[in-house]
């Protein structure tokens, strides 16, 4: 019988998990937040019908909700006992279980299950930000093991525009040169009471075995994020200074904002903007993650912000903003061709998103699962209220899902 209460601190347990009868139907899972309490509810796109998975009795909005790569369950950050619990249930609402929960003062997030979902990687962050744990659980045993953790010696600390007031040492761009199968250099770390290192968030899996990480610096403004691949699981914290291998370190002519990964692993999406400024060109680049050299696959001259996700291996999805226009949705082929905008917010006070689940990167987190339908939300900054919306990478026009003047965001795609 599956058990909801938190394991005995430092410790975790196995997963439980029977298998649903599988249905045709593609379904959106999202989390409505209410006054007091979240909703983890999945929308029927063919019959219309919204039902309730679970109901979270907590004030505060859930972390890191994903789905799982069957797209039976559902992984969730949680509140229980005052402390930050891995929670997961199936999406009938049944077998809801709590594999672990963090120490006081810390907090869970970015849970990404393998895709063969023995194993589960996430993040352990204290509330201040000031110290980073990433931990596999064996989904199988109930083991926990650390694989990075800022505060245990060769900590890889690597990336542009780190701040200068630490006294860690740095790999700075020059490391760019390095070859893709080469290990980041370990170099001793000394730990400070300091946010001038990168937190390694768990993105997709590349393998069973292998991991792919964005390294994100707590900084303001933030440098661009740095991509990494953690090798080989099954290696502990002992040898977190070889066991990282970069994949991407951002050129400072490209300024990659963002990165994403094609579900096949070989091609690094870039979406590559300005943070600040009007002027400058915003495009689309990619490059083997075997390393090579960028290309573009799409350019704005007039410049603005976008997100790209890999929608499938051939196809990119992003959001672009403009200045003195409504940002809008497009879809491209990765060669460049196909450009076509698949739908625009109503006005420029709207915003468009594709990441605020925290599993954006996860390829059913925005496609359904036969990759035909896109789903994603919309904020509408003069009424202060959310809608989430689906549509057809076919074209047409998108409906509606729900609407609230509460925070809404989708999870993923399944079929039930």
Not at 199 to 218: E, F, Q, V
Not at 367 to 372: F, I, K, L, N, V
Request: some cysteine; glycine content about 6%; hydrophobic content about 35%.
């Amino acid at each position: 019988m599956a058990q909801q209460s938190c394991p005995a601190q430092g410790s975790a347990r196995a997963a439980l998990m029977p298998p649903l009868p599988v249905g045709k139907h593609a379904n959106v899972v999202f989390l409505a937040q209410q006054s007091d309490s979240s909703l983890l509810q999945r929308y029927d796109v063919t019959t219309g019908a919204t039902q309730t998975i679970l109901q979270i009795n907590q004030e505060e909005s859930v972390l890191g909700a994903s789905v799982s790569p069957d797209g039976q369950w559902v992984l969730f950050g949680a509140l229980l006992q005052d402390q930050s619990a891995i929670q997961l249930v199936r999406m009938d609402g049944q077998q809801l279980q709590t594999l672990y929960c963090a120490p006081a003062q810390t907090n869970v997030n970015n849970l990404v299950l393998s895709p063969d979902q023995h194993y589960l990687v996430f993040n352990q962050v204290n509330s201040d930000e000031s110290a980073s744990i990433l931990y596999l659980l064996d989904m199988r045993t109930g083991k926990l093991q650390t694989e990075l953790a800022t505060l245990q010696p060769n900590y890889p600390v690597f990336g542009q525009g780190l701040a200068q007031t630490s006294s860690m040492p740095l790999l700075t761009s020059s490391f760019s040169q390095h070859k893709a199968s080469d290990s980041l250099p370990a170099r001793p770390f000394n730990p400070l009471p300091s946010k001038h290192y990168p937190i390694y968030i768990p993105m997709k899996w590349a393998t069973n075995s292998s991991i792919y990480l964005l390294g994100r610096l707590i900084a303001t403004p933030s440098p661009p994020p740095q991509l990494v691949l953690l090798r080989d699981i099954s290696k502990d914290v002992t040898q977190q200074g070889s066991n990282l291998q970069p994949i991407v370190v951002t050129p400072e002519t490209n300024n990659c904002q963002d990165v994403d990964v094609t579900p096949d692993s070989q091609q690094v999406v870039c979406s590559s903007y300005i943070q600040f400024g009007t002027g400058n060109p915003s495009s689309i680049l990619m490059q083997p993650t075997t390393g090579g050299a960028f290309r573009s696959v799409y350019r704005n001259a007039a410049g603005g912000s976008l997100t790209a996700r890999a929608f499938s291996d051939s196809t990119i999805i992003f959001i672009l903003y403009r200045q003195n226009a409504p940002p809008a949705l497009f879809k491209i082929n990765s060669d460049g061709g196909g450009l076509t905008q698949l739908m625009a917010a109503p006005t420029t006070k709207t915003l468009l998103n594709i990441t605020v689940s925290g599993s954006s990167y996860l390829p059913w987190s925005i496609a359904s699962r036969d990759g035909t339908l896109y789903a994603l939300q919309l904020y509408d900054l003069t009424t202060d209220k959310q809608s989430l919306i689906f549509g057809s990478v076919s074209g047409g026009m998108p409906k509606t899902i729900t609407s609230s003047s509460n925070q809404l965001a989708v999870v993923g795609w399944t079929e039930i």
